[in-house]
């Protein structure tokens, strides 16, 4: 089985920072690809970001240049560092992982920004 966890959710000003962390745990033989995804009161769950385990990345052009998607395959973690952040990045934040062509979600973690 793999466990996949989301932390660092929480409230946060406009304008402000707020850093995600997720952490995959488990049977696990090689994670491929890990991604962000957030889906916001009334919408449907988007991509915020991609990133590959050998670095790769792809953001929504909603985040680029704002968020910052990275991942350490030694510890099976992953980031989700997030600046300048605005009322509409209010959603919950969902981590996915691949592991040997399944698609590993955790259970989301609230982000609350204010204006």
């Known amino acids: 089985q793999v466990q996949v966890v989301e932390s660092g959710g929480g409230l946060v000003q406009a304008g402000g920072s707020l850093r995600l962390s997720c952490a995959v745990s488990?049977?696990?033989?090689?994670?491929?690809?890990m991604g962000w995804y957030r889906q916001a009161p009334g919408k449907q769950r988007a991509l915020v970001a991609r990133?590959?385990?050998?670095?790769?990345?792809n953001y929504a052009d909603s985040v680029k240049g704002r968020f910052t998607i990275s991942r350490d395959n030694a510890k099976n973690t992953m980031n989700l560092q997030m600046n300048s952040l605005k009322a509409e990045d209010t959603a919950v934040y969902y981590c996915?992982?691949?592991?040997?062509?399944?698609?590993?979600w955790g259970q989301g973690t609230q982000v609350t920004v204010s204006s």
């Open positions: 488990g049977s696990i033989f090689r994670i491929a690809d």
């Open positions: 996915n992982a691949v592991v040997a062509t399944i698609n590993y």
């Open positions: 990133i590959t385990s050998s670095g790769s990345t």
